[in-house]
Structures are given as structure tokens and as C-alpha cells.
């Protein structure tokens, strides 16, 4: 831009003659804005203009509030709440418990198969004070499908002692896709059918 002789500022376009001067403009003249945020809201739906009225308000951010937030989180946050109180009865009842009992004595079996050998784990946990100690016999054999079939039977004796956890293993020179244990002392037994892995 340059300055004319009076120290105006000329615009570069000055030669060109304009359809309206710059002293034509009118101060009363209200300006057209072609969008007015008001106008627009008038014809909006209900959900729409509650957007625009929340948007003053302060936003509170916490853990529960993000997690009820709304109609779907809230469900999605119930569901979650049942399953997990489902979970913990059932497992307080016992339902998910692998292991069994004899005489106060919880039994709980782990078997593994190696180059033909079945290896098991019994590991006892005592109940209560006055679980059964002493002798304990051991017979493991295949399940068999039919009365007909000979079926080896692995015998084995242990002995439940004082302590409230103990651990035995053993090995039977079968492979089966699935035994039967048989665990008795004096007064009962257990019979437990499993899979060794």
C-alpha cells in the first residue's frame, strides 16, 4: 500500500472503480450471517438442542460415573456385576472344585502320560482336626467298555500322616486315555475317573 500526499493509506485497487464506495456503506444497515447457530437450533430435534444446553454445564469425570454413563454401559456394568457374583457362589458351593473327599482329608489328583507311563499326583489337604491318618490303598486301571476285557489293576499303598498338606507320586506302567482310582482306608473309599493329560 502506498500514502498519497494528504498521509492516507490508498488501497492498491484505487483505480478501479468499485460498485459501492467504501463511504457508501451504511452503519444501519444490519449484515445478513447466513448461519446463526440460534435459527439453526429452533428447527432441530429435541435431542439435538439438550446437547447444546448441556454444554455449559461442568462435566465430572470419575471410575463409576464413565462406567453408568448412560443406558448401554449401564447394562453392560450390571451384567458384569451378576456374572462375577455367579462365579463366586458357584465356587463357594464347590461347583468349579476338582477335588474330593475322604474321611476330612481333601484329595486332589494331577496325572501326566509320558513314553507309555501314567504319572499321578495326589496331593492331601486336611479339612479338619480330626481328618483320618494312616493307611491308604491304591488301585488305578483303565476304564474299560465291557465286563469281557482283562484290564490291568495297579495297586499301591500310602500313608496319610499328621501333616495338614502332604504329596504323593506315583507311576503305573499303563496308558489309557482314561482311569479309575479307588482310594480306601478302614471306614470308606472314593472312586475318582479322570483323564490324564
Keep these: 500500500m502506498s500514502d498519497d500526499q494528504t498521509g492516507n493509506v490508498r488501497r ?23 448461519y446463526n ?32 454413563a448412560d443406558k448401554p454401559r449401564k447394562a453392560l456394568f450390571i451384567v458384569i456385576i451378576l456374572l462375577c457374583a455367579a462365579i463366586l457362589t458357584f465356587t463357594m458351593i464347590g ?16 496325572s501326566t502320560k509320558y513314553d507309555g507311563i501314567t504319572t499321578i499326583v495326589l496331593k492331601k489337604t486336611a479339612r479338619r482336626a480330626d481328618a483320618h491318618t494312616g493307611a ?7 476304564v474299560v467298555q465291557s465286563n469281557e476285557e482283562q ?11 499328621l501333616e495338614s498338606e502332604e504329596t504323593y507320586r506315583f507311576a503305573v506302567p499303563f496308558d489309557s486315555p482314561e482311569l479309575v482310582l479307588l482310594l480306601q482306608n478302614e471306614q470308606n473309599s472314593v472312586q475318582i475317573v479322570f483323564k490324564p493329560e
Design 151 to 161: 484290564f490291568p489293576v495297579f495297586y499301591h499303598r500310602i500313608f496319610f500322616t
Design 95 to 110: 461347583y468349579f472344585d476338582t477335588s474330593y473327599n475322604l474321611d476330612g482329608n481333601r484329595i486332589e489328583i494331577v
Design 136 to 142: 491308604v490303598d491304591v488301585a488305578v486301571s483303565p
Design 37 to 68: 447457530r440460534e435459527r439453526r437450533l429452533e428447527n432441530a430435534p429435541e435431542s439435538v438442542k439438550k446437547i447444546y444446553q448441556d454444554e455449559g454445564k461442568p462435566v465430572r469425570f470419575g471410575l463409576f460415573h464413565s462406567l453408568v
Design 12 to 34: 492498491p485497487n484505487a483505480n478501479y472503480k468499485l460498485s459501492k464506495p467504501d463511504d457508501a456503506v451504511n452503519k444501519d444497515e444490519g449484515l445478513v450471517f447466513y
